[in-house]
């Protein structure tokens, strides 16, 4: 499954931090530190495209 599917449905709230882990294959204190990272990336994924732009 993709994982950024996944982070999208624990944002939504549609699954809980639990769930989303044990897909992930992840403990909760590891998904919190994924989660805040790929929040991260997509910020300056979209820096980018504006300065491209």
């Known amino acids: 499954m993709d994982k950024r599917k996944v982070i999208a449905a624990y944002k939504r709230g549609l699954i ?3 769930e ?3 897909i992930l294959g992840l ?3 590891d998904l919190l530190g994924f989660v805040r990272d790929t ?3 997509s910020k ?3 820096s ?3 300065v491209r732009s």
Request: proline letters at 0%; aromatic letters at 0%; charged letters at 20%.
């Open 39 to 41: 929040a991260i990336d």
């Open 44 to 46: 300056l994924a979209l």
């Open 16 to 18: 809980s931090s639990r």
């Open 48 to 50: 980018k495209q504006s």
């Open 27 to 29: 403990d909760n204190v």
């Open 20 to 22: 989303c882990a044990q």
